[in-house]
Nanobody
Framework: QVQVVESGGGLVQPGGSLRLSCAASGSIFSINVMGWYRQAPGKQRELVAA???????NYSDSVKGRFTISRDNAKNTVYLQMNSLKPEDTAVYYC???????????????WGQGTQVTVSS
């Protein structure tokens, strides 16, 4: 059994900051890529940032320079530090973990339930 759970969302004013966290737990053998996606009303879900087990990162152009993704491999946890938030950052943020369960022999993508981030005055 694998569970991926996000936390840290909320309401923040433009220019403010939030820190999201996502922990994967259960019968996990290994986690490769972990990432954050977001989906605003009426829009397609999009990649925000991703990070490999070795620490390589990739960001959407819309958040580059404002958001920072990091991870703690020992805790199977990924973080998203969001600074200089804009109203257009408002969305449900989803965590994704590309992980291998014990004895499975391959990686699958697992999704969290999502956490709401609202940027508004």
């Amino acid at each position: 059994q694998v569970q991926v759970v996000e936390s840290g969302g909320g309401l923040v004013q433009p220019g403010g900051s939030l820190r999201l966290s996502c922990a994967a737990s259960g019968s996990i053998f290994s986690i490769n890529v972990m990432g954050w996606y977001r989906q605003a009303p009426g829009k397609q879900r999009e990649l925000v940032a991703a990070i490999t087990s070795g620490g390589s990162t990739n960001y959407s152009d819309s958040v580059k320079g404002r958001f920072t993704i990091s991870r703690d491999n020992a805790k199977n946890t990924v973080y998203l530090q969001m600074n200089s938030l804009k109203p257009e950052d408002t969305a449900v943020y989803y965590c994704n973990a590309d992980l291998m369960r014990y004895y499975s022999g391959r990686y699958y993508s697992y999704w969290g339930q999502g956490t709401q981030v609202t940027v508004s005055s």
